[in-house]
T-cell receptor, first 112, second 110 residues
Framework: DADVTQTPRNRITKTGKRIMLECSQTKGHDRMYWYRQDPGLGLRLIYYSFDVKDINKGEISDGYSVSRQAQAKFSLSLESAIPNQTALYFC???????????FGPGTRLTVT | LAKTTQPISMDSYEGQEVNITCSHNNIATNDYITWYQQFPSQGPRFIIQGYKTKVTNEVASLFIPADRKSSTLSLPRVSLSDTAVYYCLVAPPGTYKYIFGTGTRLKVLA
């Protein structure tokens, strides 16, 4: 089984809809991250969390919110989706003091 | 966080050694250099990390000169499956925030 899983893997939604992307990990890591990637571009950090009670905005948090339901679960929500949020979304984890991030398989989101 | 500069793209042929250089002129004393590999529609995957001189693992080697203002990822005898984007990151260990630039798009040709 994969260490970091994301659901759904693909999603098409309409403008204005609320959507939640979920991430679960079995690595026991305390740090979790949400990134988005647009075609031909690198990854941009949306939110990150050091533990259940510590959530921080990344470089592009506007239009997004997150919830850390447990150490193993970190969800990303788009309250009112818009077309320019169409992208590939990745969840990642990392242990404290580590240098290696572990990424999920990604969620391809299309907003029409 | 130190800014990095990499070539946008590179082409190589199967069996050749590929060297991808990353420039990081303002690297800090406690920064480590980390490289990730990303295949299309997949999340990045850690390849190698180093602080100075040379590091080698089963996948790649990382060469870091004494001034640490640049680093070179070396992939020996590449195959078609090494076609991917390679990212160079510079940050202290355990940092909360990595900066992924646009990376270097490596295309391996038959």
């Amino acid at each position: 089984d994969a260490d970091v899983t994301q659901t759904p893997r693909n999603r098409i939604t309409k403008t204005g809809k609320r959507i939640m992307l979920e991430c679960s990990q079995t690595k026991g890591h305390d740090r979790m991250y949400w990134y988005r990637q647009d075609p031909g571009l690198g990854l941009r950090l949306i939110y990150y969390s050091f533990d259940v009670k510590d959530i921080n905005k990344g470089e592009i948090s506007d239009g997004y919110s997150v919830s850390r339901q447990a150490q193993a679960k970190f969800s990303l929500s788009l309250e009112s989706a818009i077309p320019n949020q169409t992208a590939l979304y990745f969840c990642a984890t990392m242990g404290t003091g580590s240098y290696e991030q572990y990424f999920g398989p990604g969620t391809r989101l299309t907003v029409t | 966080l130190a800014k990095t500069t990499q070539p946008i793209s590179m082409d190589s042929y199967e069996g050749q050694e590929v060297n991808i250089t990353c420039s990081h002129n303002n690297i800090a004393t406690n920064d480590y250099i980390t490289w990730y590999q990303q295949f299309p529609s997949q999340g990045p995957r850690f390849i190698i990390q180093g602080y100075k001189t040379k590091v080698t693992n089963e996948v790649a080697s990382l060469f870091i000169p004494a001034d640490r203002k640049s680093s070179t990822l070396s992939l020996p005898r590449v195959s078609l499956s090494d076609t991917a984007v390679y990212y160079c990151l510079v940050a202290p260990p355990g940092t909360y925030k990595y900066i992924f630039g646009t990376g270097t798009r490596l295309k391996v040709l038959a």
